[in-house]
């Protein structure tokens, strides 16, 4: 009798998806036969070299924080203003 444990990593094993190689590299494709060139390169199965290429798009494009769109207060303010000295440069209108 299969422990729940057992069966959560059995489900687990299952998960996965179906990987199409393209016929020939593209922008957003890559064939076999690359795929194959670059594990031989890296010293990486093509598994992995395909986790690490979506790992390096995810790293690249997905932000690592929380977007942030609250003004500051003035608490928070205050200790900028602390921190950076003042008076070094001086707002205007104009850009040019």
């Known amino acids: 009798m299969a422990t729940t444990s ?3 990593t ?3 094993l299952r998960q996965g998806m179906v990987f199409r190689f ?6 957003f494709g890559v064939s076999r036969r690359t795929t194959a060139r ?3 390169q890296l010293g990486m199965t093509e598994t992995e070299v395909i986790h690490f290429a979506i790992a390096q ?3 690249e494009q997905l932000p690592t924080y929380e977007p942030d769109d609250a003004a500051l207060t003035p608490k928070q303010l ?4 602390q921190l950076e000295p003042q ?3 001086q707002t205007t209108e104009r850009l040019f």
Do not use: E, P, W
Not at 22 to 27: E, G, I, L, N, S
Not at 78 to 81: A, D, G, S
């Open 38 to 40: 670059l594990a031989k």
């Open 57 to 59: 798009l995810a790293r």
């Open 22 to 27: 393209r016929d020939v590299d593209t922008r």
């Open 6 to 8: 057992q069966s959560s």
């Open 78 to 81: 205050k200790r900028i203003k």
């Open 10 to 12: 059995r489900a687990r």
């Open 87 to 89: 008076g070094r440069m």
